[in-house]
Antibody, heavy 123, light 109 residues
Framework: QVHLVQSGAEVEKPGASVKLSCKAS????????MHWVRQAPGQRLEWMGW????????KYSQKFQGRVTITRDTSASIAYLELTTLRSEDTAVYYC????????????????WGQGTLVTVST | EIVLTQSPGTLSLSPGERATLSCRAS???????LAWYQHKPGQAPRLLIY???SRATDIPDRFSGSGSGTDFTLTINRLEPEDFAVYYC??????????FGQGTRLEIK
């Protein structure tokens, strides 16, 4: 059974960094891109970036460029999201999600998703 | 960036009825690169439809997607109690960035 399990809720102060994890099971982790998507309260879902789990290559949304780093540990089938210089607007639920590769091309729909990690940025 | 607008914001229906959810794009979505997700509180979003009309694995056939260009529809026939949730559309034709609609809440009447 394909499954993504994320780390627990975090509370951080403005200016701090946070690193979230997403453990995959039920599939060959290195065969798929892994994405991160977030949803702030009352806001739309927002794609942040993805990592090629095989090569470690990444692509980030321009909005988060310079503040976000996605990494992975293929031996443990875990993807990570690190977000730095946190501000109150980063308070959100962060999701990891698996994306498909079809015919060697990456497609940007997401299945499955993790259960989400709430990050609260507050003084 | 393509902006997706979903309507209605909230849809109130009874089990057994048909739900029709709309997603309109600010510009044409290439190659019908549109997906639909179901999201229940505290749960992971669930992929329903990709490629505008292809059902994801294990999705019941009462869920169907249609449309192209700028207008897309998710239809849910014979609503079951477990179908009441928030539904999001997402375009990936101009990715990145992918963009999502603001969601339609399907509630029990």
């Amino acid at each position: 059974q394909v499954h993504l399990v994320q780390s627990g809720a975090e509370v951080e102060k403005p200016g701090a960094s946070v690193k979230l994890s997403c453990k995959a099971s039920g599939f060959t982790f290195s065969n798929y891109p892994m994405h991160w998507v977030r949803q702030a309260p009352g806001q739309r879902l927002e794609w942040m970036g993805w990592i090629n789990a095989a090569t470690g290559n990444t692509k980030y949304s321009q909005k988060f460029q310079g503040r976000v780093t996605i990494t992975r540990d293929t031996s443990a089938s875990i993807a990570y999201l690190e977000l730095t210089t946190l501000r109150s607007e980063d308070t959100a639920v962060y999701y990891c999600a698996r994306g498909p590769i079809i015919g060697g091309s990456v497609f940007y729909w997401f299945d499955p998703w993790g259960q989400g990690t709430l990050v609260t940025v507050s003084t | 960036e393509i902006v997706l607008t979903q309507s209605p914001g909230t849809l109130s229906l009874s089990p057994g009825e048909r739900a029709t959810l709309s997603c309109r794009a600010s510009q044409s979505v290439s190659t019908s690169s549109l997906a639909w997700y179901q999201h229940k509180p505290g749960q992971a979003p669930r992929l329903l439809i990709y490629g505008a009309s292809s059902r994801a694995t294990d999705i019941p056939d009462r869920f169907s997607g249609s449309g192209s260009g700028t207008d897309f529809t998710l239809t849910i026939n014979r609503l079951e109690p477990e179908d009441f949730a928030v539904y999001y559309c997402q375009q990936y034709g101009s990715s990145p960035p992918v963009t999502f609609g603001q969601g339609t809440r399907l509630e029990i009447k």
